[in-house]
């Protein structure tokens, strides 16, 4: 599985855009790029997946480049409750997950008033 | 959205005592998993489950834990003999969506 790099924390205010990028140099041809938040004492919570390009859901967007060794997982105008973990993944299948998930630290994104 | 049920939410129970964790899956989902995370630490992969038997499991997975779906909709995990160190957060995943976890204080 591919090792994956973020940064251990972010700040940002109320009502700004959230850029968290995540470094993948050796993910491989079949490998898929997720994204979970976790709240404290919650499970993992699935935000976002990609192969390529851009994915846009109604809670976050994913930004791949075309050599596919990074990932930005952007957060549109955020609020308190955006206050998390954000995990970036890497791997095989993961459209359904038919393999397990390796967990790094994280990001922690602390969102001020 | 189709959710990842998992009872109880918390459980305490005395080092040595047998546990079982119980999740139900999302109905149409063929894989899943176990994982756990101790306070402070990383969600770690205990499991994973696939067409009624166990398909990889990790080192933390020794012969004091077990898994199994009886009745083709519960999914439990049971400790047979509990330690201090099993105290975590258990998180059953339901292919790539997660259940709210139970907490597990062994005291």
């Known amino acids: 599985l591919a090792k994956t790099t973020q940064p251990i924390s972010m700040d940002s205010y109320e009502g700004q855009e959230v850029n968290i990028t995540c470094s993948h140099n050796n993910i491989a041809t079949n490998d898929y790029i997720t994204w979970y938040q976790q709240f404290p004492s919650q499970g993992p919570r699935f935000i976002i997946q990609g192969y390529k390009t851009k994915v846009t859901n109604e809670v976050a967007s994913l930004f791949i480049p075309a050599d596919r060794k990074s990932s930005t997982l952007s957060l549109p105008r955020v609020s308190l409750s955006d206050t998390a973990v954000y995990y970036c993944?890497?791997?095989?299948?993961?459209?359904?997950?038919?393999?397990?998930?390796?967990f790094g630290t994280g990001t922690l994104l602390a969102v001020q008033p | 959205e189709p959710e990842v049920t998992q009872t109880p939410s918390h459980q305490v129970t005395q080092m040595g005592q047998e546990v079982i964790l119980r999740c139900v899956p999302i109905?149409?989902?063929?894989?899943f998993y176990w994982y756990r995370q101790i306070l402070g630490q990383k969600v770690e992969f205990l499991v994973s489950f696939y067409n009624n038997e166990i398909s990889e499991k990790s080192e933390i997975f020794d012969d004091q834990f077990s898994v199994e779906r009886p009745d083709g909709s519960n999914f439990t995990l049971k400790i047979r003999s509990t330690k201090l160190e099993d105290s975590a957060m258990y998180f059953c995943?339901?292919?790539?969506?997660f259940g709210q976890g139970t907490r597990l204080t062994v005291v």
């Open positions: 995943a339901s292919e790539a969506f």
């Open positions: 993944l890497v791997g095989p299948n993961y459209g359904g997950a038919t393999n397990k998930l390796i």
């Open positions: 109905s149409n989902h063929l894989y």
